[in-house]
DNA sequence: TGTCAGCTGTCAGTCGCTGACATTAGCTTG
DNA sequence: CAAGCTAATGTCAGCGACTGACAGCTGACA
């Protein structure tokens, strides 16, 4: 010890090697957000994307499985903090309630750090892509699915069940996801674009959950009604 | 009319090239399940399936938009049908029953309708091979979701409401496929592949609904606990 | 400094999929 | 029934995603 690199409370900064295994990726990352966010997924080849950082088409394979991880490089990064944040709260709430104040809680931490990677308004134009295109919406399902597993076992342990025997922990972040996808829906669908919008969209979804499942629709008040467009 | 072919009062027999066509096609469908369900999907090239049924490639691509298509095209015969069950519900039913009604009750209707295409234990090995492949699975989720759609605006409809305006029935169809999707993991995980089993699964998923949204599964009484494997 | 491991590029090949064009085969009309 | 039309099929060429094999280069480390 007493070298730089072997100075302990710091991240020993990684070599050379690793620094530009980094900034190539970061640039693929970049190169093909921006091409699919203007030119669509499928208007965008594998040959654009490298052209653009200047590297071999052998090399973007080494880098991603496929073209379509690419385009979920960022969406990757929000689902590891969600997971982070349900892991995080404490034993004595609710399940459903962990999953809502986990999601809510953690949203800024995920703008900000999703910020850091690329501009926020390039992310929100790929994410449209993905939600117009066929392809990609189907990975992107899938992907929340294997998410919602994951979440399934955590609630499952907090309270102490099987995930396997009992179908509530299953049910209920299946359902919720549901919620979720709807929230996102809306949220790309419309004008507003911002992380404020997003959140307003969400926590209103997420309060309809127990309206929507109720018996019946007509008896009692009806929120929301021609509150929009 | 008096020529057998225009007589009214039967379907009119279509013609020779029609025919041709749906032994064609169904001849597709028979040979890609069963090579799908031996190989896997991967394992499975088109060149094969046209190989078995002694037509060209591009004539499997004039039939089917992609290798994937032909894997859904018995659940797609099911989907169709509970749409159609979802309709025929009478307009004074609460939204949640009307679907788990739907689903149920046009069981065994698609059950025999599958089993007339394709044996139904070549379905199931199939069934199961979409759910362990990545693409198959990812490509199933958006049919789902799809489906999910058109189901969201029938019971928008039925309660005079805006599907745009109102997240209620988005988010009610989202859950309950939500459940749908776990009680067909459950269903196609276990050893039992009868349609019975899949019926008595898919009934307990839905009952536990309610009670996976409620507040706190630790207090009352714990329903399915410890009663499988 | 020299050796070694890991990263990169090149090349060839497979597979899914499509457009263009020629060929065949069913149906229609005189 | 024969001619003519149209729809179905086959053939061919080509693109794009993706992979294995091999060769060259470049940090890392003694």
Known sequence: MGTAESAVG?????GLRERKKQ?????????????????????????DIVAAVDVSQRTFFRYFAGKEEVAFFVARLAESR????????????????????AVLDSWDGITEAVE??????LHMRVYRVIESTP???????????????ELARVIADREGLDVDAD?????????FGGVVRVAERRWSAGDDCSPEAMRA???ACLDQVGPALAGNWRTG???NRGTET
């Open 221 to 223: 008040p009806s929120p």
């Open 135 to 149: 392809a990609l919406l189907a990975a992107h399902l899938r992907r929340a699915t294997e998410l919602e597993e």
């Open 10 to 14: 710091a991240p020993p900064r990684p």
């Open 116 to 121: 850091q990677l690329v501009p926020l308004d």
């Open 201 to 203: 969209v969400m926590t």
């Open 82 to 101: 969600v997971l982070d944040a349900v892991r995080a709260r404490p034993p004595h709430e609710a399940p459903l309630e962990v999953l809502r104040r």
């Open 167 to 175: 179908p509530r922990p299953r049910i209920l972040v299946a359902a």
């Open 23 to 47: 900034r190539t990726r970061d640039a693929l990352v970049r190169a093909a957000l921006e091409l699919i966010a203007t030119r669509g997924y499928e208007g965008t080849t594998v040959d």
